[in-house]
């Protein structure tokens, strides 16, 4: 057990810890062993956070975007050179592999130098005025205190794609992150206290969603939610809010297709798509939950794709040949069995894997990577979100029906398309009903773009120049001049 998490609420620049009765046990998912406990914040916790952001914000957002950025490349530098350290952390209390876990860590230490870089990017503008006795400004402002709500599948990146962009603007911020991965969130919280970040600028609450949630909910002074998760809640984070008017931004669900078509590098598709479907255990929002394959190539890409995922070793994130982690939790693994059950009582056909997998040390929530053929519209697993590693596979014959095909989906995250032609390629990414098209590329999340789904996928966008917009407000200054 870590000794040193039971300090886990950060308000006002001071760690708290709550009266014993009021903890957590952090499990390790691939062992079922406690790793520590976290203390479990609730409504008073949330409250002071709240205060203390707002007490924060006006110092906060009247510093130059110059001085935001070096406390937040500060900050980059920190994570980055601790990535190995901040992997091991992250792969105890997730899952993922560690070489997965230490990417993630460089790639959220990424979404801190893009906003370090972005924070003096953020530019009004003079419009022309269509009388000659005006002179019209806009100018950005940033929105307030903000609450971030995040997900333990990507326990530090998604933190950081919130936070970083916060920060620039000149936000401050309420922080709730998920209760199986509170580790990640200290440890950034921890960089930041180190690298002089003001009291009050980021406070961290860990514990009781729901009551910390209703907080944000009510506060009159949290102006804006940024959420990301499953779409349940963001529908009822989106109905609560209604009350205040309160901005949000919601990072959704998803149920990507992949389409494989007859012009596609097989060798090349078979191992993406493989990569999609299995990375962090099939736990990520845009990996493959559907994929279609051309007539023409089906039987030579499914014998690609089971010669492939024989080959994938299951086990401890921490040991070094593992490829495919535990599943979170129970529940994450009754789901799986589920809607591989509900698909092969319909009809699917097993080719691979379908059942839960533990050995004498490894007692964690493990499922054999599993691929599905004979698979029908019916099945559950063609409409709802899986989260686990089970790729179900379905014949197209025409362009035109596949597109209709993927984009028959309440979701409208990610798609990915294979294709060696150009024109294809472009005709079809042009027609998926997506926030996020991969041609022959299944890892499109980078700070560099705006990330973000349409229909029951959410709301906004994080990453770009794009993910600073929500929060900036735009004050329009009209002044009338003597001409
Ligand atoms: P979740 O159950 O919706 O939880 C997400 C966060 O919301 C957790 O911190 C959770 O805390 C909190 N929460 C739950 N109920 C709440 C309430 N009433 N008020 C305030 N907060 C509340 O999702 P998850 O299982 O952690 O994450 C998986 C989901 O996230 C998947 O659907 C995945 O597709 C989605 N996701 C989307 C993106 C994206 O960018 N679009 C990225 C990653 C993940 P508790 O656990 O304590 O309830």
Redesign the pocket.
């Known amino acids: 057990m870590f000794e040193a998490y039971t300090k886990s609420i950060f308000i006002n620049g001071i760690w708290h810890e709550v009266k014993e009765s009021a903890t957590e046990i952090v499990y390790n998912p691939a062992t079922l062993k406690p790793i520590t406990q976290v203390s479990h914040a609730s409504t008073k916790e949330a409250k002071q956070a709240i205060a203390a952001a707002l007490k924060a914000f006006p110092a906060w957002s009247k510093k130059t975007g110059r001085e935001r950025s070096k406390i937040l490349y500060k900050a980059y530098q920190m994570m980055y050179e601790d990535a190995e350290r901040l992997g091991k952390i992250l792969t105890m209390e997730q899952g993922k592999p560690l070489k997965e876990a230490i990417g993630e860590i460089k790639g959220a230490a990424h979404f801190l130098l893009w906003y370090a870089e972005e924070a003096s990017r953020s530019y009004g503008e003079w419009l022309p005025s269509s009388v000659t006795s005006k002179r019209l400004i806009v100018i950005p402002q940033p929105i307030g205190v903000v609450g971030a709500?995040?997900?333990?599948?990507?326990p530090s990146s998604?933190i950081t794609?919130k936070l970083a962009p916060a920060l620039a603007a000149g936000c401050t911020v309420v922080l709730?992150?998920?209760?199986?991965t509170p580790l990640s969130a200290i440890e950034i919280v921890k960089i930041f206290e180190r690298v002089g970040l003001p009291s009050g600028v980021v406070n961290l609450v860990t514990g009781?969603?729901?009551a910390?949630?209703?907080e944000?909910?009510i506060s009159k002074d949290v102006r804006l939610i940024t959420?990301?998760?499953?779409?349940?809640?963001?529908k009822?984070?989106m109905k609560e809010s209604a009350n205040h008017v309160k901005k949000l931004s919601l990072?959704?669900?998803?149920h990507a297709p992949s389409i494989v078509f007859a012009d596609a590098d097989l060798e090349k598709a078979a191992k993406l798509v493989l990569a999609s479907k299995f990375r962090n255990n099939g736990?990520?929002?845009?990996c493959t939950n559907r994929l279609f394959v051309h007539e023409s190539v089906m039987n030579d890409f499914a014998n690609l794709l089971k010669e492939k995922v024989q080959k994938l070793k299951l086990g401890d994130g921490l040991a070094a040949n593992t490829d495919i982690g535990p599943l979170?939790n129970e529940q994450a693994c009754k789901k799986v069995q589920f809607h591989v059950e509900d698909a092969t009582k319909q009809g699917a056909i097993i080719e691979h894997g379908g059942k839960p997998w533990n050995t004498e040390e490894l007692s964690g929530y493990y499922f054999e990577p599993t691929i599905l053929s004979n698979v029908s519209n019916e099945m559950k697993i063609m409409h709802e979100?899986t989260?686990g590693p089970v790729l179900p596979l379905q014949v197209f014959s025409e362009e035109a029906e596949v597109i209709d095909k993927a984009n028959n989906s309440d979701y409208g995250?990610a798609a990915y398309i294979f294709t060696e032609n150009t024109s294809r390629a472009i005709r079809v990414s042009e027609q998926l009903d997506y926030g996020i098209v991969g041609i022959n590329d299944v890892f499109p999340?980078t700070p560099e773009a705006p990330?973000?789904?349409i229909k029951q996928?959410?709301l906004g966008k994080?990453g770009g120049h794009h993910g600073m917009d929500k929060f900036l407000e735009k004050k329009f200054i009209s002044i009338g001049i003597d001409n």
């Open positions: 709500i995040t997900p333990w599948n990507f998604m794609r709730k992150p998920a209760p199986d009781d969603a729901t910390i949630g209703k944000l909910l959420f990301t998760g499953s779409t349940e809640v963001g009822y984070l990072e959704l669900g998803g736990q990520t929002c845009i979170i979100e989260f995250l999340a990330f973000g789904g996928s959410g994080e």
